[in-house]
């Protein structure tokens, strides 16, 4: 599985990005999505993910409520809609799959493959 973020970009506090992250393969609806974030000197930290049924999602608890993650099954894409960007959210976003696990895991490590990453740059 291939994995292609885009999106990314700079932005000002309180204003929105969309992320997308376009899938290769035919089994995109099987694997559990998920957005990840890294700053430099910093591990890796969850933000957000989707279940392969398109409805069960679960967030960090700093993105509740600004941001939304959805995926389109037809389309081999997530999204993870950001709004009210605060300057904290600055950071390379990074997409991944899980294609072994049936419930959401929050761990890079349980994710089996992963985008490239895009940067989110949020100025105050």
């Known amino acids: 599985v291939q994995l292609q973020a885009s999106g990314g970009g700079l932005m000002q506090a309180g204003g929105s990005l969309r992320l997308s992250c376009a899938a290769s393969g035919r089994a995109f609806s099987f694997y559990i999505m998920a957005w990840f974030r890294q700053v430099p000197g910093k591990e890796r930290e969850f933000v957000a993910a989707?279940?392969?049924?398109?409805?069960?999602?679960i967030y960090a608890d700093f993105v509740k409520g600004r941001f939304t993650c959805s995926r389109d099954n037809a389309k081999n894409t997530v999204f993870l809609q950001m709004n009210s960007l605060k300057p904290e959210d600055t950071a390379v976003y990074y997409c991944?799959?899980?294609?072994?696990?049936?419930?959401?895991?929050?761990?890079?490590?349980?994710?089996?493959?992963w985008g490239q990453g895009t940067q989110v740059t949020v100025s105050s």
């Open positions: 991944a799959a899980d294609a072994i696990r049936e419930s959401i895991a929050t761990k890079y490590d349980e994710y089996d493959y």
């Open positions: 989707v279940g392969t049924d398109g409805v069960t999602t």
